[in-house]
């Protein structure tokens, strides 16, 4: 064979690959509702998103090597911004199919390989039930049958690590993505005083440190330091009463948002009201969904800011 011939099939077959990887600007409509593809990444042609995390600041598991008699070889913990996604395909591609697209999609994106192996290569069993995973039925992994690829990438902004787990349920082949950029925990904490404050001088004070289950209005409980300083005001200021309004991005529809942010907002009052025993007569609740953003809901910093619980002053 020429060289010439195995050059331009070489190109082929590097041509199907990129065109069997999608990239959508928007989510497709059979998506969980507030998902989104990874910028610069995107997902396999024709999959839809049945899992989907992100957390402003999180901890992700990352096997950048194999096993070795039946232990991590080097596991990192890695503390950031995580994004966790999850894809289903309809029968047809394999395993490896999907694995390889995903790896050159994310080659193309900058990111150099650290691992890419399958399940005996990889450790079997013990390797799978040590990288995170969605929950079932978001994610499916099959100990017996996967492929794991972890790659890093360095630059200005710091460095990104991300996996890709694919696996097989039903003849549907799963693929869950998770990216961790690292950084440090920014401090969101406000305290019984600053909330006066912000009461008093503009009527209303934005909290960040209140956090919720993704698509739920369960709280988490890292929010527990903040719901002690809402407390400590309440009890304060007896004769205070406020209003508790919950605010989403603009990621899912505008029913799905201010439905959401309502619950939010009632969780809050009733745990204040149960937990610290504040009279539920002095706590009002409301939702504006992403009616009031303060930031871009263009970018990922103005959506961070845009999810938030405000306290307002009647």
Request: charged share 20%.
């Amino acid at each position: 064979m020429s060289k010439a011939i195995a050059a331009a099939q070489t190109g082929a077959a590097i041509l199907l690959i990129l065109i069997a990887f999608a990239s959508p600007l928007r989510a497709d409509p059979g998506d969980v509702d507030g998902s989104k593809d990874y910028a610069g990444i995107g997902r396999f042609a024709g999959s839809l998103i049945t899992g989907y995390s992100v957390k402003d600041f999180d901890a992700a598991r990352l096997q950048a090597a194999p096993f070795q008699n039946g232990q991590p070889a080097d596991a990192l913990s890695l503390e950031g911004r995580i994004t966790r996604i999850a894809y289903r395909t309809e029968p047809g591609p394999s395993i490896l199919e999907v694995a390889r697209n995903f790896e050159q999609q994310l080659l193309k994106a900058g990111y150099e390989q650290l691992v890419s192996c399958q399940t005996d290569e990889c450790g079997g069993i013990p390797f799978v039930e040590a990288v995170d995973v969605l929950p079932i039925p978001q994610m499916w992994a099959d100990g017996f049958n996967y492929r794991y690829y972890a790659a890093r990438k360095t630059g200005d902004s710091g460095e990104t690590y991300a996996s890709v787990l694919v696996s097989e349920n039903n003849r549907e082949i799963y693929a869950q993505l998770v990216v961790a950029e690292l950084g440090a925990m920014e401090d969101k904490m406000v305290d019984a005083a600053a909330m006066a404050k912000g009461l008093g001088e503009s009527g209303h004070i934005a909290l960040y440190g209140i956090y919720f289950d993704t698509d739920k209005a369960t709280l988490k409980p890292e929010s527990r330091p903040t719901l002690d300083e809402m407390a400590k005001l309440l009890k304060d200021a007896p004769a205070m009463s406020v209003v508790i309004v919950g605010h989403t991005d603009s990621q899912g529809s505008y029913d799905y948002n201010m439905g959401l942010s309502q619950q939010r907002a009632k969780a809050v009052a009733t745990e204040l009201t149960k937990t610290y025993g504040i009279d539920a007569k002095r706590l009002r609740s409301a939702g504006v969904g992403y009616l009031a953003p303060v930031g871009s809901n263009a970018t990922e910093d103005g959506r961070a800011l845009n999810r938030r619980v405000e306290l307002v002053a009647p």
